[in-house]
Antibody, heavy 119, light 106 residues
Framework: QVQLQESGPGLVTPSETLSLTCTVS??????????WGWIRQPPGKGLDWTGS???????YYNPSLKSRVTISVDTSKNQFSLKLTSVTAADTAFYFC???????????WGQGTMVTVSS | DIQMTQSPSTLSASVGDRVTITCRAS??????LAWYQQKPGKAPKLLIY???SLESGVPSRFSGSGSGTEFTLTISSLQPDDFATYYCQQYNSYWAFGQGTKVEIK
């Protein structure tokens, strides 16, 4: 059974860096059959794609965030991570990690984690 | 960037109603369109992919159609479990979501 679990601080200070990790179980993130991504959702608002990657490929980032976002991979732990720099209150959101089948949309999602940007 | 626009933003309906939600893309995305259902406090659930393919385990009362720039999600007979927010998503060029359609009880 494939599962994804987000983890990281629930509170981040403005201008600092938001760091989250997605731990994947039941499938290897190195599989060429899938891609992985981050999606965020401000409270009470819609879904906003943040970034995605295929293992062994370059990551794709939302152009609106491109200068602030980085996705990295730790294959030894079967994890991938999100870093978002210079955060403001506008980055307060639920952050989901998700898996997609190659050529298809996200089919399996983590439960999400709430991150609040506040001093 | 490809922009996705859903209509309506909110829809009031009764159990048993036929419900249709529309999604428009700012440029052609062929059939690279998905539909998700999201309930409060939960992650989105994939319903439809490639515009009209039903995800495994999803009830057959859900169907999708369209290609190019106009797409629809139809629920043939609304059930109590279907009151939720629905999102379309294009995956033709990067990924982008519509703003959502909330289906509420009339």
């Amino acid at each position: 059974q494939v599962q994804l679990q987000e983890s990281g601080p629930g509170l981040v200070t403005p201008s600092e860096t938001l760091s989250l990790t997605c731990t994947v179980s039941g499938v290897s993130i190195t599989s060429s059959s899938y891609y992985w991504g981050w999606i965020r959702q401000p409270p009470g608002k819609g879904l906003d794609w943040t970034g995605s990657f295929y293992y062994n490929g370059s990551p794709y980032y939302n152009p609106s965030l491109k200068s602030r976002v980085t996705i990295s991979v730790d294959t030894s732990k079967n994890q991938f991570s999100l870093k978002l720099t210079s955060v403001t209150a506008a980055d307060t959101a639920f952050y989901f990690c998700a898996r997609g089948r190659r050529g298809d949309p996200f089919d399996i999602w983590g439960q999400g984690t709430m991150v609040t940007v506040s001093s | 960037d490809i922009q996705m626009t859903q209509s309506p933003s909110t829809l009031s309906a009764s159990v048993g109603d036929r419900v249709t939600i529309t999604c428009r893309a700012s440029q052609s995305i062929s059939s690279w369109l998905a539909w998700y259902q999201q309930k409060p406090g939960k992650a989105p659930k994939l319903l439809i992919y490639k515009a009209s393919s039903l995800e495994s385990g999803v009830p057959s009362r859900f169907s999708g159609s369209g290609s190019g720039t106009e797409f629809t999600l139809t629920i043939s007979s609304l059930q109590p479990d279907d009151f939720a927010t629905y999102y379309c998503q294009q995956y033709n060029s990067y990924w982008a979501f519509g703003q959502g359609t909330k289906v509420e009880i009339k």
